[in-house]
């Protein structure tokens, strides 16, 4: 309790005890000991449920078990664990790790919600070999003319032709390359569902790393006619 404290210290802290009957207040992450894990389990999950998109995590404190009884624990509300006594360097990792994912998806929820109000086009593509599409917002779908579930899970291409892909890939390998640029723009041909072309400027980036892994593209297009 002491070194939680110690950690914890920069932070405000609420200590709710499993019998009261007052609501967990709003929180970014969560600790509970394995004793009243069971008891308050709901709650949290219940917060889980109704969070969305964004990451609300639940640190597991337990004492030394078996590897299938840490996995039992984290089938449910748990999100990781920590073994009690734990140095203080190991206590640190885990929370401000939790903390620091639970930031990053705030942060993306508001980057999605106003990817979904805005009036250009906003794509993004999976770091797949065929670079599926896992979001495409409002002012796309309308672009396009195909429906939002025609588009996400298909392969770029089902927006564009042969040369624009490989002008793409061309563009997101500059990026990627050790000393590239951050991001890229340059002009491409969108292929609706049904009539001509229409000519964009593309405006591409990438998505945070995770770790050193690349995680995927993010295509913001505008039409040039309109």
């Known amino acids: 309790r002491d070194l939680l404290a ?3 210290s920069d932070y405000e802290v609420v200590v709710a005890a499993p019998d009261n009957d007052q609501p967990l207040p709003e929180f970014d992450l969560c600790l509970v000991g394995e004793a009243t894990y ?6 949290p999950r219940d917060r889980k449920e109704t969070a969305g998109e964004s990451y ?3 640190l597991l404190l337990i004492r030394e078990h078996k590897e299938e009884e840490i996995s039992q624990y984290l089938r449910g509300v748990a999100d990781d664990t920590l073994q009690i006594p734990a140095t203080e360097a190991v206590a640190k990792s885990r929370v401000e790790s939790l903390l620091r994912t639970r930031h990053q998806s705030l942060q993306l929820a508001l980057y999605r919600r106003a990817m979904d109000d805005a009036t250009a086009g906003i794509t993004i593509a999976d770091a797949d070999n065929d670079q599926p599409f896992s979001y495409v917002n409002d002012a796309m779908v309308e672009m396009t ?5 025609e588009i996400i899970g298909s392969p770029t291409d089902i927006i564009k032709d042969e ?4 002008e793409a890939e061309n563009q997101l390998g500059s990026i990627l390359s050790h000393e590239g640029p951050d991001t ?6 969108i292929q609706p569902k049904a009539g001509e072309p229409i000519p964009c400027q593309d405006h591409m980036a990438v998505l945070p790393y995770q770790g050193e892994a690349f995680r995927g593209s ?6 040039t006619c309109s």
């Open 56 to 58: 609300l995590p639940v």
């Open 184 to 189: 890229a723009q340059f002009p491409v041909d």
């Open 145 to 149: 003319g195909y429906e939002r579930e």
């Open 218 to 223: 993010v295509g913001i297009l505008r039409n």
């Open 38 to 43: 069971r008891t308050v389990a709901d709650t």
């Open 163 to 166: 040369a624009a892909v490989e």
């Open 6 to 8: 110690d950690l914890l």
